[in-house]
């Protein structure tokens, strides 16, 4: 057996698995979004575009995730960028390690859990009740899109403090005095160095984060309540409920275009930004 | 600065705290405390069906994240030398399994293996011997493991790769020139080196085939996982045996993590 053969060999099984679990049934969703709906749901073979010319059913689907996804990504960018500051570069190095770890842990816990956590605290009895007994009333969150929101910066906030973090803690801190004692006030050594320093971080943030919401099924599920729905709730609605496998299939694979191609633009544009800086600071 | 990182740290740990503070109310209501319990943890332990889904969610997931360490190391170790448009396919579908959403791969891999079962079954029955009970191929449990074990084993070859990228080509090459036979290499010099990456993985795999719930919600068939048991309680309402299950898993995922990071921390001996 040659060394390429034993090669092929390890790689084997797991590139089969790879085919019948993966390759198969995203190849079947692209087949079956070309189908029909069969008169009792699932699928009747055709060829028609017809399912993409009846998304426009599913539009509001659609434009949530487009709204909130982007908005929930901003969002949980903005609260997270100041606390990778704090522990990459105030942070006594005793600690950072630590802190970032307690930071990351709730990532890897249940998602579902920790949204029922918020189902408890947006609900009638928990923050409502308590804003109550201070004489506001009638204040409803729950099943709202700001619980939503609430729900998608709580589960991915240490997603996007992980890679901030990472850009933030590999700066050389030198530069930072050198900014300072060159006279520049905090801020603008802020904006002029640490800030175009990081973007690399943010950057994969935002890109893990935003791919992960376009995708999102449990967090609307639970705090939206039927009423702020994503993609995901909607193709668990065609698949489970209505069976229609093919307009579902169209969906779905419509899902997959829309993401691959915002992370390939968004790439791009990253590429550009960061090859425009390389020039300047060469300059 | 410093108030401001304090905050988001409560903003983290207090939903989960406030989860594992009303796991031991004595009460059923949400937002009243009356005094210290453990009954809500005794009734869940005591309930069969969160028994039986625990048990399955603890099986799906050691067999998944066991395949999925093997197969996945396997894998690592014959792509290192695997170059050229095959790798690139490769490294392709990695990729795309590792960012494809949950919920698209439980319904593509329902449809494929629904619509596959269908043509298999009349012909497996029609093939089996008179009088026999053909088998029939169905969703469950191995579709769930099949499935976990797909998403798993790309995070798996992610992470030994990374390991494997770090270690000194010099060795094997050593190990080689001194006459050991490439098994005796795999054994004695890369294996215990990319140990800590493969246990690491193990547990991360494990965390998450255990914690899922999107692509069990489609692909488990018949059968529940403790996520998904946990889900359709939710939706029946808030009950304090929710609370007890929930931090029970949540401090179950946490020891497994710490133990992961431990591992993946320490230096190789050298």
Not at chain 1, 74 to 84: E, H
Not at chain 1, 86 to 109: E, G, H, M, N, S
Not at chain 2, 78 to 105: C, E, H, K, S, W
Not at chain 2, 238 to 266: C, D, K, Y
């Amino acid at each position: 057996m040659t060394r390429s053969e034993r090669n092929w060999l390890l790689v084997a099984p797991a590139a089969a698995w790879f085919v019948v679990m993966l390759v198969l049934p995203l190849s079947v969703i692209f087949v079956f979004s070309f189908g029909e709906r069969g008169p009792a749901g699932g699928y009747v073979p055709a060829f028609t575009l017809e399912q993409y010319a009846n998304l426009p059913a599913r539009f509001t689907a659609f434009k949530n995730t487009m709204i909130l996804a982007p908005v929930g990504t901003i969002a949980a960018m903005l609260i997270a960028y100041p606390l990778a500051y704090q522990l990459a570069v105030r942070t006594d190095p005793k600690w950072k390690t630590i802190l970032l770890v307690l930071v990351i842990v709730p990532f890897w816990t249940s998602i579902l859990i920790r949204s029922y956590a918020w189902i408890f605290i947006l609900g009638g009895r928990g923050l409502p009740a308590l804003l109550e007994m201070v004489g506001i009333e009638g204040v409803r969150l729950i099943y709202t899109p700001f619980a939503v929101l609430i729900g998608i910066i709580y589960g991915y906030l240490p997603l996007m403090v992980f890679p901030i973090y990472v850009s933030l803690d590999r700066l050389d801190k030198r530069l930072l005095e050198a900014s300072a004692d060159l006279g520049a006030k905090p801020l603008r050594t802020f904006l002029t160095v640490t800030l175009p320093l990081s973007i690399p971080g943010v950057a994969t943030g935002c890109m893990l984060v935003f791919i992960l919401l376009m995708g999102e099924f449990l967090i609307p599920a639970l705090l939206g309540g039927g009423k702020v729905f994503f993609v995901g709730n909607a193709l668990v609605d065609l698949f489970l409920q209505s069976r229609n496998w093919a307009f579902g299939s169209a969906v779905a694979f419509t899902l997959i275009v829309i993401m691959l191609v915002t992370v390939t633009v968004y790439m791009r544009v990253i590429a550009r930004l960061q090859s425009g800086r390389d020039d300047v600071s060469i300059m | 600065m410093r108030i401001y990182a304090v905050c988001v740290y409560l903003f983290l740990y207090t939903p989960i705290a406030i989860i594992a503070l009303f796991s031991f109310n004595a009460g059923r209501h949400a937002s009243q405390l009356q005094g210290f319990s453990v009954q809500w943890y005794a009734r869940a332990f005591k309930n069969p069906f969160v028994m039986d889904a625990l048990e399955t969610s603890l099986f799906v997931a050691f067999v998944s994240a066991t395949l999925a360490s093997i197969l996945g190391t396997l894998a690592a170790v014959g792509l290192q030398n695997i170059r050229g448009p095959a790798r690139a396919v490769f490294d392709g579908v990695i990729y795309i399994a590792i960012m494809i959403p949950g919920i698209v791969i439980g319904i593509a891999t329902l449809i494929a293996l629904v619509t596959v079962f269908d043509v298999l079954n009349p012909l497996l029955a029609s093939l089996w011997f008179e009088g026999g009970q053909p088998p029939r191929l169905s969703m469950g449990i191995g579709s769930l493991i099949a499935a976990h074990t797909m998403f798993t084993m790309a995070l798996v070859i992610v992470i030994v790769r990374a390991r494997l990228a770090g270690m000194e080509k010099v060795l094997t090459e050593a190990s080689a020139d001194l006459y050991a036979t490439p098994l005796g290499t795999f054994r004695q010099v890369t294996l215990p080196l990319i140990a800590p990456a493969i246990l690491a993985g193990f547990l991360l795999s494990f965390t998450f085939s255990f914690d899922d719930f999107i692509i069990a919600f489609f692909v488990a068939g018949s059968e529940t996982t403790l996520p998904i048991y946990v889900f359709s309680s939710i939706r029946r309402g808030v009950t304090p045996e929710i609370n007890a299950i929930g931090t029970m898993v949540m401090v179950a995922s946490l020891l497994l993590l710490i133990i992961a990071q431990l591992i993946l921390r320490r230096r190789p001996r050298s």
